[in-house]
């Protein structure tokens, strides 16, 4: 998927509506400079290396913020207090954009975890900067870094390369 396809769904909503799906979709772009727009569940959405950051898509009657369920959505307090919202999903109204700080902080929420759902039964391990740059990426086996592991800057640059064996650097 790319940004043309996200910019052909979006044609589909009136005016209006666009507009405030587009204000959403370029806050996530700016936030994320090295995200990848998708199309996900019938939706658009953004991926850092893979992991889907959040979702967003419009409906007859107002538009969706998708951070995930028991994400954000439950532990924003009094922020979004005045938009309806669900386990998972965080309404607003069709024809107005969502606010771009409180997006910004919901983003920077999914991030932390992203994070902290790393690694993965299968020792697969990934860590983000806030920007949703890849910070480090490796392997994990019985508790330790294993095999060869990556560090980046947080521009996104390749730092530095090591391999590890149960823990123990290898020269």
Same mark, same amino acid.
Request: positive net charge.
């Given at each position: 998927m790319s940004s043309s396809e996200v910019t052909k769904f979006l044609r589909k909503y009136d005016a209006e509506q666009r507009a405030a799906l587009q204000s959403v979709r370029d806050t996530i772009v700016n936030a994320l400079p090295a995200g990848e727009e998708v199309i996900a569940w019938s939706m658009p959405g953004v991926r850092i290396s893979g992991d889907l950051v959040l979702s967003y898509c419009g409906f007859?009657?107002?538009?969706? /913020?998708?951070?995930?369920?028991?994400?954000?959505?439950? =532990? %924003?307090? +009094?922020? /979004?207090?005045?938009?309806? $919202?669900?386990? *998972?999903? %965080? @309404?607003?109204? =069709?024809?107005?954009?969502?606010?771009?700080?409180? %997006? =910004?902080?919901?983003?920077?929420?999914? /991030?932390?975890?992203?994070?902290?759902? #790393?690694?993965?039964?299968? *020792?697969?391990?990934? *860590?983000? #900067? %806030?920007?949703?740059? +890849?910070? $480090?990426?490796? @392997? /994990?086996?019985?508790?330790k870094r294993h095999g060869i592991w990556h560090w980046y800057r947080a521009d996104g640059s390749l730092l530095k390369v090591e391999q590890f064996r149960s823990g123990l650097k290898v020269s």
């Open positions: 007859k009657n107002h538009n969706s /913020i998708f951070p995930g369920a028991g994400s954000p959505v439950s =532990r %924003l307090g +009094l922020e /979004i207090d005045k938009y309806r $919202t669900s386990k *998972g999903a %965080l @309404q607003f109204e =069709r024809d107005r954009p969502f606010p771009r700080g409180l %997006l =910004r902080e919901i983003i920077k929420f999914r /991030i932390g975890e992203i994070n902290a759902s #790393y690694p993965k039964k299968s *020792g697969e391990f990934k *860590g983000f #900067y %806030l920007s949703g740059n +890849l910070k $480090t990426q490796g @392997q /994990i086996k019985n508790g």
